[in-house]
């Protein structure tokens, strides 16, 4: 059976469970778009976001659940591609506001900027204490081999499952895709034709859903009994990546380290965390550090981690004040960067947080 609400800003629809027994757990599904809702226009065979209730169609099965369900869609649902800090920022303020009356939350959302979303949102939902879980589709849900149906039903499954205690299993913001559940800021899309779009090079794989759903307990965040959420809803946009390659000119360096009222840089490195030593390059770096901009050093290699100093090629960085990213993930990174942006103009501040996990997204 399912109840429409109109009664808040969004217009919500609930599933309430068939079996007589009461519901063994309320979850919140938020709609922002991606794949997973998509259809094919019929003039220009261009894949666009489609209506909320079409898609709930295409999945009779969340019915079958023992648990109550209720869809909340974006006002308009967007290819992930148009995501942004402000929309980052009403999602975490969704399930702030509805964070006592649910269990757990689901969030359908596009594949391409899924990884920086969850980033965003495990900085924004300080004290998380509930499962968040953003999966999506590489295939509609209208088409027959699509893997929406899966990760949708098995991202429900995740989200309400609790342990003998009444406890959630999984306290923390997620990313549940092709059978695997990782870390949200650990994640990263690798891959656009397969279904296996994500990986956690650096973290390992927190569940695998067979025919049970198995879960590495030791690697999940363990639930804090009592410890209250807080919502932040500063992001400083003012920051952007600089990925060197070997040729790179004084000309780029300087034009994006010098761009009007830039505060932060992803510097993407070499290996463990090298760049050129050439006097150019070192001047351009220390100069932008003496007008305070924060330079992130995160490498180009997707596993392992930088260690500033193990080559003489890094040595300088580390000298001049540029803040090793460890084993960070390029989109948790710089989500991490408008966070500590937004959240203090303290320059010591914001060195210390980018150098500490905070939400488990780097290894000290
Ligand atoms: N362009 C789509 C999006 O990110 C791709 C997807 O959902 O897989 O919204």
């Given at each position: 059976m399912s109840t429409v609400n109109t009664s808040s800003k969004y217009k919500t629809v609930r599933i309430n469970p068939?079996?007589?027994?009461?519901?063994?757990a309320s979850v919140l599904v938020i709609y922002t778009g991606g794949t997973l809702g998509m259809v094919y226009e019929s003039v220009g065979r261009q894949l666009v976001p489609f209506d909320f209730e079409q898609i709930l169609e295409q999945v009779p099965e969340v019915n079958r659940f023992d648990f109550e369900i209720t869809f909340l869609p974006l006002s308009e649902p967007i290819d992930?591609?148009?995501?942004t800090p402000e929309l980052w920022i009403e999602i975490a303020r969704i399930v702030n506001e509805n964070y006592a009356q649910y269990d757990s939350f689901v969030i359908l959302h596009g594949t391409d900027t899924m990884a920086y979303t969850a980033s965003a949102l495990s900085f924004l939902?300080?004290?998380?204490?509930?499962a968040v879980i953003l999966t999506g589709a590489q295939?509609?849900?209208?088409?027959?081999?699509?893997d929406a149906r899966e990760n949708f039903l098995t991202a429900l499954e995740i989200a309400a499952a609790t342990n003998l205690a009444g406890q959630p299993i999984v306290s923390e913001v997620c990313i549940y895709f092709n059978s695997v559940l990782l870390r949200g800021n650990r994640a990263k899309k690798n891959e656009s034709s397969d279904f296996n779009a994500f990986k956690s090079e650096n973290y390992p794989i927190l569940a695998r859903a067979g025919v049970s759903i198995y879960y590495d307990l030791p690697y999940l965040e363990t639930y804090r009994p009592g410890i209250k959420l807080h919502l932040h809803e500063k992001l400083n946009p003012n920051v952007t990546y600089l990925k060197i390659f070997p040729g790179i000119s004084r000309e780029v360096v300087h034009a994006v380290l010098k761009?009007?009222?830039?505060?932060?840089v992803v510097l993407e490195t070499f290996g463990a965390g090298n760049a050129p030593t050439m006097d150019w390059f070192l001047a351009e770096i220390r100069d932008a550090i003496d007008r305070n901009l924060l330079i992130f050093n995160v490498s180009q290699c997707d596993g392992g981690r930088v260690t500033q100093g193990q080559y003489q090629t890094s040595k300088f960085l580390k000298d001049v004040g540029v803040i090793s990213g460890s084993d960070i993930t390029a989109e948790s990174a710089i989500t991490k960067m408008m966070y500590v942006l937004g959240r203090t103009d303290d320059p010591a501040q914001q060195r210390t947080w980018l150098s500490e996990p905070l939400r488990g997204e780097m290894s000290l």
């Amino acid at each position: 059976m399912s109840t429409v609400n109109t009664s808040s800003k969004y217009k919500t629809v609930r599933i309430n469970p068939i079996s007589p027994k009461p519901p063994r757990a309320s979850v919140l599904v938020i709609y922002t778009g991606g794949t997973l809702g998509m259809v094919y226009e019929s003039v220009g065979r261009q894949l666009v976001p489609f209506d909320f209730e079409q898609i709930l169609e295409q999945v009779p099965e969340v019915n079958r659940f023992d648990f109550e369900i209720t869809f909340l869609p974006l006002s308009e649902p967007i290819d992930s591609s148009n995501m942004t800090p402000e929309l980052w920022i009403e999602i975490a303020r969704i399930v702030n506001e509805n964070y006592a009356q649910y269990d757990s939350f689901v969030i359908l959302h596009g594949t391409d900027t899924m990884a920086y979303t969850a980033s965003a949102l495990s900085f924004l939902l300080e004290g998380l204490n509930k499962a968040v879980i953003l999966t999506g589709a590489q295939l509609p849900i209208g088409i027959a081999r699509s893997d929406a149906r899966e990760n949708f039903l098995t991202a429900l499954e995740i989200a309400a499952a609790t342990n003998l205690a009444g406890q959630p299993i999984v306290s923390e913001v997620c990313i549940y895709f092709n059978s695997v559940l990782l870390r949200g800021n650990r994640a990263k899309k690798n891959e656009s034709s397969d279904f296996n779009a994500f990986k956690s090079e650096n973290y390992p794989i927190l569940a695998r859903a067979g025919v049970s759903i198995y879960y590495d307990l030791p690697y999940l965040e363990t639930y804090r009994p009592g410890i209250k959420l807080h919502l932040h809803e500063k992001l400083n946009p003012n920051v952007t990546y600089l990925k060197i390659f070997p040729g790179i000119s004084r000309e780029v360096v300087h034009a994006v380290l010098k761009v009007s009222g830039l505060r932060g840089v992803v510097l993407e490195t070499f290996g463990a965390g090298n760049a050129p030593t050439m006097d150019w390059f070192l001047a351009e770096i220390r100069d932008a550090i003496d007008r305070n901009l924060l330079i992130f050093n995160v490498s180009q290699c997707d596993g392992g981690r930088v260690t500033q100093g193990q080559y003489q090629t890094s040595k300088f960085l580390k000298d001049v004040g540029v803040i090793s990213g460890s084993d960070i993930t390029a989109e948790s990174a710089i989500t991490k960067m408008m966070y500590v942006l937004g959240r203090t103009d303290d320059p010591a501040q914001q060195r210390t947080w980018l150098s500490e996990p905070l939400r488990g997204e780097m290894s000290l």
